[in-house]
């Protein structure tokens, strides 16, 4: 069977793409604040103060790896990231390892630079 594809929606990603890719930092840095918030103990609006990339990434997944890990796992997939998370943090090191919100953003930026996320 022939696979069908839908060129209008290919332009618009084209055309999206375009126009993320200037704006590459702002995209991780939503996207990260978007998983982060989604595995968080804290609902957006219970947080005192907004998200920053100065967050500490401990206080919003209180202290749990498995929170963290499945924002991470996330946001690899989002990202199209090929990792293999025990070979890059060991358990239990997570937040020192990204202790920021910004370290997190960063890391991505670094693994999609140089790949077509």
């Known amino acids: 069977m022939t ?10 990603k084209k055309e999206i793409r375009k126009v993320t890719q200037e704006n590459i930092v702002y995209e991780i840095y939503l ?20 998200i920053t990339t100065e967050s500490s990434l401990n206080y919003l997944f209180n202290g749990s790896p498995e929170r ?3 924002a991470f796992n996330g946001l690899a997939d989002y990202w199209n990231i ?4 025990t070979g890059l943090y060991p358990t239990g090191k ?14 991505i930026e670094g693994k999609i630079k140089y790949s077509d996320a």
């Open 82 to 85: 090929d990792i293999n998370s």
């Open 68 to 70: 963290f890990s499945k």
């Open 3 to 12: 696979n069908v594809y839908n060129f209008e929606k290919f332009k618009s």
């Open 94 to 107: 997570e937040f020192q390892v990204f202790p920021t919100v910004g370290h997190l953003c960063i890391f």
């Open 31 to 50: 996207t990260t604040v978007k998983y982060v918030l989604r595995y968080s103990i804290f609902e957006s609006e219970d947080l005192e103060k907004p």
